[in-house]
Each structure stands twice: as C-alpha cells, then as structure tokens.
C-alpha cells in the first residue's frame, strides 16, 4: 500500500507522534514519572537514530502526494530536530523535578511539538508545511506556561500564543495569496509559475513575514526575550534550538525549492532584515544583566547570522545554515542546561550575572562546558560556532554581500563582550556570600560533557557532517 | 622518519600537556600536590618540541622549500576551503625555535618561581596550552589557522593575567588586556575577509601568488587592519596601555608572554605579510610613525617609574616600538632581528626581577616571622639597592642583559639595534626624507633606553639596602636576602649568554666588508630570511653605516656614564628628584603615563558604556531604568510610540509586527 510504503521514509515522525501518545498513556497507569521520561527518551533516541540512518542512506524523494519530502534538506532537518529533543528530555528530568513540574503531559507535548517540527522540516506544501507549524506552536504555548504560578510564566505563553496567532495570520493569508497566483499549494508548481503579478508578491511577502516571525528576525522578535525568559529553561533550551532549526529548514525549503527563480527580488529584503537582526540582537544583549535574557537576545542575533546564509541564495549558503543550525543546537542546549543547573542547584533561582559570581569554580567540569559553549556561541575557533559561522559568511561574500559579512563580523565581534562577561563574573569574581552547590545530576553531567565535546569536535572536523548534505 | 611528520608532533605535544595536567589537576586532588612531577612533565612538553625544532631547523637550507604537513580540510564553503595544515620555512623555524628554547627556560624557572602556589597544576596547565596556541599562530600554513593562534594566545594571556583570580586588581587587569586585544582582532578578522574577497584563498603561498589581484586601494586597507591588530596584540598606540597592567600577572608569564613571545607576534605578522605592506608605502610610513612615537613615549614614562616590573614593561613596548620602526622602513629583517635578541635580553630581565621580588618577599615573609609587621612593596626599586652582594648570579645576568638592550657593543641588542637605525636612515635617503625625523626620534629613544636601564639596574643592585633606612623596623632585614635555587638561576644564565652572544647572527656585513673580503656576507639571519620576506635594500655607503654605528655607540656609551654619576651609590633618590625638577611639567606628564588611562576611561570607555545603556535600554522592553528620563525629552508623538515599547504590552509588539509586514511586502511589491 502506498501509505505504508511513504510511511516507512517518514518513521521519525510517526515514532515521536506514537511516543507522544504513549507518555499520555503511561501517565495514566504509570505515577512513576522517571519512567515516563525513559519512555520519552526512548522515542527520541529512536527518533534519532533513523533520522541518522536516513541521512547517511542518502535516498530521497516525495511522500505522501508530494506533501512531504525525504532525504536531503529535510533529513537533515529531520535528525537536528530530533536531536535537539532528545537532549531537551535527557535534560528535563532532573531539572522539572526541582522546579516541581515534573508531569507526563510535557513529555507528551515536547514529542507532539516534535513531529510538528519533523513535518514542518519537511513539508514540501504549504499545507503541510501550516500543519506542522501550528501542531509546533500550540505545543510550545502550553509549554512557555508552563510554571503557571509564576507570573513570568502566564505572560509568556500568553503573549507568545497572541503574537503566534497574529503572525499564523500573515502566514495564512500569504499562503492563500499564493494560492491565488498560481493555483497550487505545492512548491514545485509555485516554483514553476511565470506569471508574477501583485497578487504573487503580496503572498510571498506574508509568506516571509510568517517564517521570520517563528525564527525571531528583527523586527519581529519582539516576543522572544519576554517567552525565552518565561519559559522553564530547558523548554527555552528546546524552542531556541529545535523549534527555530525546523523554521529554519522549512524556510530553506520554501526559498530554495519554491521561491529560488524570485530570488533577486527577495535576497535583498532578506539582507536588510539580516543586518538590521545582528545589529540589534547584538546591541541589546550587550545591556543584559539576566544571562537567560541575554540569551534569548542573542538566540535573535544567531538568527541574524543564519539569514546571512539564506541570503546568500545558493547552495553553499543553505548548507552553511544547516551546519550552523546543527553547531547552534549543541552549544545552545548546553548552555541552556548549565543555566538550569546553577537556576536549581541549590534553591536559590539564579539568573543574574551578579548570582554567577565565582560559580566557575564551583562544579568545574560544568564551569569549562559553559566556557565552551560560550566560546563557541561568540564565534571563537576552533567551536563549532565559528565553523558556522564562517561557512554562512564565506557563502554571501562568494555572493558579492560583503556588507553583510563585514556587519556579521563586527557584531561577532562586539558580541564575545556579553559572552566573555559571563566568564568574568564566574571565574573573577567572588560571591558576597559563600556558595557550595551540590554534585550535579551524573546523566546530567555526563550529558553536558558530550554537548561540549561534539561542540568541540565539530568546530574541528566539520567535514563530519557537512559531508552528509 | 620525514621531515615533516615532526610537526604534529610539536603542535601536539604542548597541548598533550595541557590535557594531562588540566585534566588531572582537576579531577585528582592528589595529583596537585606532585609538583615535581608537574613541573618536570609540562617542561618537558615543551622542550621536546624544542629539540624537533632544532631537528628541523638542522634540516632546512636558505633556499628550502617550506616543509609543510596537511592534517585535514578544516572548513568547507562553496568554493572556499581552510586547511589545518603547518608549515615550517626560514621564517617559521627562528620563531619556534626561541618559543620553544625560552618557553622549556621559562617552565623550568616557574618550577621554582611557583613552587608555593596552590594553583601550581593550573599554572602550568595554561603555560602548555599557551605554548600550544603561540606555536599555531608561527605554524599555521593559512590565515585562518594563524587567527586561531591569536586568538588563543589571547585566551592564554587573559587566563594567566588573572590567575591569581582572588585579586580584583588582576582581574580587572586581564579583562582590560582581552577587551584592547578584542579591538584589535576587529581590525585582523576584516583584513582576513578583505584577502579572501580579492585572492579567494588564505593560505599563504596562494596569498603570494596571487598579489597581483589585489588592487592598491584594497593592499592599503589590508595592511592598514592588519597592522592595527598588531597594535592590539602588540602593544602599540593606542592600543598599548593594557601591557604594563597585564604585568599583574606572575613574573614568569610577564617573561614569556608579555616580553619575548606573544607580544612579538604582530611583528611577525607583518613580516610574513611583507609582500603586501612594500605594495603600500602610505600604510609603511603609518606603521613607522606610530611605532616611533610608542617607542619613545614609552621610553620617557619608564624614565619615570619606580616598580621594577612596570619598568621592565614600559621597556618592552618601547622596544617594540622600534620594531614597529624597522617594519615601516622596510626593515622586516631587521625588525625579526630584533625580536629574537629582545627575546633574549627581555626574559632574562623579567626573570632577574623575579628573582629579586622572590627575594624580596622571603624578605618581608621573614621580617613576619620574626615579629615585625613591615609592608612594604617587594617591586619597589627604592627599597632595594646594594643587592648585588646577595645576589650574584642575579646581578650579573641582569647586567649582561642591561648592557644588550642599552645597545653596547658587540652584545646582542648592539646589532639589532643598529641594523634598525641604518633601515630607518636608509629609508630616509632614498624614499621618504619624513624617515630622516623618525631616525631623530630613535636615536634619542635609544639614548633614554640606555640611561633608564642602568638607572634600574644600579638603583637595584648597587649602593646599599634601601628597606632598613626606609623602615626602622626592618633594620638588618639584609641577611634575609639570598640568592634564588639553581631551577631559577640556570634560564638566567642560558639567557644572559644568548644576550652577549645572540648578536653574532645578524652581524653587519659591512665591518666586514672594511677590514677583510668586499664581497663578505657575514650577516647569517639575513642571508635565512631574505628568500620568504620583501625587505628594502640597504643602500647606504660604508662611511655612512659606520657613522650610524659610531654615532649610536657613543650616544648609549654616554648614557651609561650618565646614570653611572647619578644612580651609584645610593644617589638614586636625589636624582629622581634632581630629575623632576629639571624637566618640570614634562616630568609629570611622563609619571602620569601622558594620561592615557583616564583619557580612555573619561572619553571613550564611559560615555560609550552610557551612551549604550541609555540608548539601548529604549529597546530592551524590560530596561525601565532610565527610560522614563528619555522618554520625557522627547517629543510627545515619538513620546507614544516608544511608550509602546516600554510597556511590554502585546499591542505594541504587534504594531512593530505590522510596521515589519510593510516593510516586508512593501519592499517586494515596490
């Protein structure tokens, strides 16, 4: 049978969707959440693994009607994904229980919002594409509400749900603009259309608008500090890493596949959203005092480098933004999970610099992990951060964009200011009161160890993975 | 066994070293307290990649091609690609050598220096990884693999300046040395995009074979950036008032670091980027004038100091200022010349100081135990003198090395120093006459070297033991003073050998041109390094180079007999004074180190830093602070809008939403 036959390219999706159902399940026999998490890993790792396998295999094609593809860009997308949940469930267990949110139902939403993110990786219509997106986002609403007792809490997932829907909105009306212009949904057939009125600008206006409301550009990032803050961290961890990579593919997919004859027309605007995304990302993290803010502003200005490589317009340039989304995912997740460790280590809720004082020296593994992962985020060799970052920009000089590359730089280079920053106040600073935080979780440890290494290894050899696109 | 299997081998030994002991120390409590084994294993780390390098060394001639090993395609991009791949040429080879010569000296030396610190594993840790980066920014077969060094070494310096982290002082020490380095990679990373647009590649042999696609206009901006990291990392106007800070650190990293390697590292990134800076002589004469004024303006504020260690700091940028100087007329020989003696003479002088402040802490630690609470600084000159007593190898390697950088011959400093003021002469008379000023300005920096120098060394070592008539109750605190254990002395020694020697490689062909055969070329390091770097000619007629010769001797000489009549003896006091009176205003100008720091702190650091959160706090939504303020002074529709912003209300994030849509859609439909 042909769905079985599409079915059996697209595990990953259905995995994390059963997955989901099971941790719902489980929670209703089960009262043991560690199991329930083990179960959640579980669907993730296999998840994983066929996504790799898929990779690696190196087929790829239409399913479903030419709804979804496989292979290539989309597994690519499809692995990131599943790997950045993967490491969000490691991570979560130890750090939900502290803050006493420990139930089934995250699990459960984490693996929806996950094959939201696999099918919108994919998709290859826009209707697929709308499906996967606002499975993703409605699962990322509850979960931003999560603590629903804090009021940080509520405001983020309220304002991220009224922002989401606002912007689902353009997107939507972009699609049936589109649909308008040239009859279809499909991106091969929107691809093909030579007839480009008012009508077919219009929808690919709104289009861009939906995608870089979801990935944070400038000027319409304005949500993400106040959800990023709110948000328990590891879920903040999983939106800016796993919900953006999938943005980010469905994106590439949309330019290259659907929008690549237009490209003139749409690299420039991409460029003024790029620069303006770096600079002011960058700046107002320059201002932040809470770490995790200051995150989530430059989770913006990373978007910011992204779009460098996307619009760039060529292949290099879309590779580039996939191994930036892969380097992006590791160090990011880490960082985030050291951040949750110092938040809960010992009751008191850290956040702000002046709370990191002296940590480094605290636990050290876990100080030199998030030395690294900052290293990396700044764009210093030899982290998988730069190699990103000098494949996106390498990719839009080849293009002529030397502004942007020269903005690119620059920025990175006021940027390792804040990241630094945080170095300073672990290392060379000393607490006002005397601190001892307890030995950390071993998963959790050794988890974060192994982010810190891959993001070492692969500021290395990035060959590694670049070969597999 | 090929040549160039040994490469790795020497990257990878040093960062073998940093793992082990990093790792270890970490993890192991108990390891910490094997200091010997420590110390024995980091140096050894290093020395073996010394003896390779002397392997190599052996094995490479004048004319060799550059012996290179390719590890892997490190960075893919389109058509771009970025190898990790060293090479060893003429030029590489002398920086590794005194790296890994000076860094195994400098290790064995910590050994002792360190011995009572807790952070003893860690120190030597940082050292090894140091090495480790140091090593690739003289390897590196491409640009980028060279910016990984430097940014490394950064790294390495920043974590060694402020190792003893408990001390704010230091701390904020080392934030100011990354934050001016920072400043300077700006400039580095757009040079290295600038080469890469116009060549397409950076590694270094497409570099050089391709330097007919770069235009004029764009050589100019390379050089320019490039040189303005080097300011950065080498300590020069304006970027140069972190290194005298960076002197917090322990004195051997001040040796290692801040005097022979790291700091020299700009210098050899021109050099090695010569081919491009003889492509601009605007950019040669900007890097002459600025080294020319850092090299005397450093030399008037060391005049003025009295903190062993600060001296010894404003020194080295002075010193390499003069090699700033060579750079830009065309000298790059000469300046590498220089680098390699300074090396020399530089580390045995911070060593000898360490050794001196050692004494002088067991001094005040003694004073203690006896029950007599002295505080008093233990970097002090003004507290010392008549240590040449206690101190014999101390005073005799110091004075070796005083006598090199003071430019007396035939020690080393003599010739380098010369070879620079006959480039600078030389560059005058045949293409610049402004180089003629410049020459001026040298040869009255050499003059202050000269006497500033012997100053320190005969206000230390000679006369009598200042701290008991500074201090009543430190009275015959002098038997308390003794010499330092042989791990310390030994580096000492080897260094003040290569100071009296060293000069020997670089030796003018022309003295020998005059006395034996015309056609002599005696002048080794040149004849090395002429195949790989553009140097100007020396054109100048012998009775010419031998009038420089002469004119910077006698000048040095007279220095010396200056500071003699006024520094020996225990007149060091009154002549400070009789000093400052005779020169007035300039005097203090120089003491308060021209008032760089507070002109950076008032005018550029501050207001930026306000300016900042002022601004941009408009666009954290978050940031009320201040907001409220602003938002008063402007006018009431911009009064709203901003309002929105502020409030973090939804209906303000959508209207920047809906300002976005149209910029979006209008920009395609338009």
């Known amino acids: 049978m042909d769905l079985l036959h599409d079915l059996s390219y697209f595990w990953p999706a259905a995995i994390t969707s059963i997955g989901g159902l099971a941790a719902m399940m489980a929670a209703a026999f089960k009262t043991d959440m560690r199991w329930v998490n083990a179960v959640a890993v579980f669907t993730a790792l296999s998840a994983t693994v066929v996504a790799a396998s898929d990779l690696v295999a190196g087929h790829s094609g239409l399913l479903f009607s030419g709804m979804v593809a496989h292979g290539g860009t989309a597994a690519f997308g499809t692995f990131v994904v599943s790997l950045g949940t993967l490491f969000t469930l490691v991570l979560s267990r130890s750090y939900l229980e502290k803050i006493g949110h420990h139930y089934a139902e995250v699990y459960a939403l984490i693996l929806f919002a996950t094959t939201g ?64 212009a040239t009859m279809s949904t499909s991106l091969d057939v929107i691809a093909a259309t030579t007839d480009k009125g008012g009508l077919y600008w219009a929808g690919v206006g709104l289009l861009l608008v939906g995608f870089l409301f979801k990935v944070s550009a400038v000027p319409f990032h304005m949500w993400t500090p106040d959800v990023y803050q709110g948000a328990p961290t590891t879920i903040t961890g999983y939106m800016a890493t796993a919900a953006k990579t999938s943005a980010f593919v469905a994106f590439i997919l949309v330019l290259g596949r659907g929008l690549q004859g237009s490209v003139e027309q749409w690299a420039p605007v991409l460029e003024i959203v790029a620069l303006l995304t770096m600079i002011v990302g960058n700046l107002i993290a320059l201002v932040q005092h809470d770490v995790k803010r200051m995150l989530a502003y430059s989770s913006i200005a990373h978007a910011g480098y992204a779009l460098v490589g996307l619009t760039a317009g060529t292949l290099s340039g879309y590779d580039g933004v996939l191994f930036y989304l892969f380097a992006y995912t590791l160090m990011n997740i880490g960082a985030f999970a050291v951040l949750a460790y110092y938040e809960t280590a010992d009751g008191q809720e850290r956040s702000t610099l002046e709370q990191f004082a002296g940590l480094g020296w605290q636990q050290p593994a876990l100080g030199v992990a998030l030395s690294i992962f900052l290293f990396s985020l700044a764009g210093m060799p030899p982290f998988a951060g730069f190699a990103g970052k000098y494949q996106v920009f390498a990719a839009a000089i080849e293009q002529g964009y030397i502004t942007l590359a020269l903005v690119g730089v620059l920025t990175s280079a006021a940027a390792a200011f804040y990241y630094i920053r945080v170095m300073v106040y672990l290392y060379f600073k000393s607490p006002e009161q005397p601190v001892s935080l307890p030995a950390v979780d071993r998963l959790y440890g050794w988890t974060i160890l192994l982010l810190a290494g891959l993001t070492i290894l692969f500021g290395v050899m990035p060959s590694l993975i670049v070969n597999l696109f | 066994m090929n040549a160039s299997q040994l490469l790795p081998l020497i990257v990878a030994l040093p960062l073998a070293g940093f793992l082990v002991n990093g790792l270890a120390g970490m993890y192991l409590p108990g390891y910490r307290e094997r200091k010997n084994w420590i110390g024995w294993f980091a140096t050894a780390m290093v020395f073996v990649p010394f003896l390779a390098s002397v392997t190599l060394f052996m094995g490479l001639e004048a004319d060799s091609r550059p012996v290179t090993y390719h590890l892997m395609t490190w960075l893919q991009a389109g058509s771009f690609t970025s190898d990790i791949a060293w090479r060893v040429d003429q030029l590489s080879v002398v920086m590794m050598l005194f790296i890994t010569g000076i860094g195994s000296l400098i290790h064995l030396y910590s050994m002792g220096y360190m011995k009572e610190d807790e952070g003893y594993w860690k120190f030597f840790a940082y050292l090894n990884l140091f090495i480790f980066a140091m090593l690739n920014l003289v390897m590196g077969d491409n640009l980028l693999l060279l910016f990984l060094g430097w940014e490394g070494v950064g790294v390495c310096s920043y974590l060694l300046i402020g190792f003893w982290y408990k001390d704010m002082e230091k701390a904020s020490a080392a934030k100011k040395a990354f934050v001016y380095n920072r400043v300077g990679d700006f400039a580095f990373l757009v040079a290295m995009f600038l080469v890469f647009r116009h060549v397409g590649s950076l590694q270094f042999d497409a570099i050089f074979a391709n330097l007919d696609g770069i235009p004029a206009d764009a050589a100019f901006w390379i050089g320019l950036l490039m040189f303005i990291g080097a300011t950065g990392k080498s300590a020069q106007i304006p970027l140069f008032v972190w290194l005298p800070d960076a002197m917090a650190g322990p004195t051997p990293v001040s040796a290692l670091i801040h005097a022979a390697t790291m700091v020299t590292s700009g210098i050899y990134l021109i050099s090695r980027m010569s081919a491009i800076y003889v492509m601009t002589p605007e950019v040669m004469l900007i890097v002459a004038v600025i080294g020319g004024i850092t090299a005397f303006v450093a030399a008037t504020i060391a005049l003025t100091q009295t903190d062993i260690k600060r001296v010894l700091a404003y020194s080295t940028v002075s010193q390499l200022g003069f090699m700033f100087l060579a750079l830009g007329s065309g000298g790059f020989i000469a300046a590498m010349f220089h680098v390699i003696t300074h090396a020399f003479f530089k580390a045995c002088l911070f060593l000898g100081s360490g050794s001196v402040i050692h004494a002088m802490h ?14 008093f600084d233990p970097q002090d000159m003004r507290n010392m003198g008549g240590l040449k007593a206690y101190m014999p190898s101390t005073y005799k390697t110091f004075l070796i090395a005083t006598i090199a950088i003071a430019g007396i011959p035939p020690l080393a400093g003599f010739f380098s120093k010369d070879e620079i003021l006959a480039m600078l002469y030389n560059a005058g008379a045949f293409y610049q006459p402004v180089y003629f000023v410049l020459f001026g300005l040298a040869l009255v920096t050499a003059f202050l070297t000269a006497f500033y120098m012997f100053r320190l060394t005969f206000g230390t070592f000679h006369g009598t033991f200042q701290l008991s008539k500074r201090y009543p109750e430190a009275a015959g605190a002098e038997k308390y003073l003794h010499e330092s254990p042989w791990h310390m002395t030994l580096p000492l020694w080897v260094l003040a050998v290569l100071s009296l020697v060293g000069g020997f490689m670089g030796f003018p062909d022309f003295i020998v041109q005059t006395f034996g055969n015309p056609d002599a070329h005696s002048n080794w390091l040149h004849g090395w390094l002429i195949g790989g770097i553009a140097e100007y000619d020396l054109a100048l007629a012998k009775p010419v180079k031998w009038t420089i010769l002469l004119a910077s001797t006698a000048l040095a000489s007279f220095a010396v007999w200056l500071a003699y009549q006024r520094y020996t003896g225990d007149r060091a006091a009154e002549s400070d004074a009789a000093l400052q009176r005779g020169l007035g205003g300039a005097y203090r100008l120089w003491s308060d180190k021209y008032r760089l720091d507070e002109i950076y702190e008032g005018y550029v650091a501050n207001p930026i830093l306000k300016l900042s959160d002022k601004v941009l706090a408009v666009f954290d939504l978050k940031g009320i602070d201040g907001l409220v303020n602003l938002v008063a002074g402007l006018t009431n529709f911009t009064g709203s809008i901003l309002r929105y912003a502020q409030t973090g209300l939804v209906s303000g994030y959508a209207m920047y939403l809906v300002v976005g849509v149209l910029l979006v859609v209008g920009l395609l439909l338009f």
Not at chain 1, 160 to 176: N, V
């Open chain 2, 362 to 375: 067991h001094v005040e630690h003694e004073l203690d135990h006896h029950g007599k609470h002295v505080h």
């Open chain 1, 117 to 180: 993110m696999i099918v919108l990786a994919s998709a290859t219509d826009l209707v697929a594409l709308f499906v996967g997106l606002e499975t993703m986002s409605v699962c990322l609403y509850v979960l931003a509400g999560l603590v629903r007792e804090r009021k940080t809490g509520i405001e983020a997932a309220l304002k991220y749900f009224l922002l989401g829907a606002f912007s689902t909105g353009f997107l939507l009306y972009g699609i049936a603009l589109l649909y308008g």
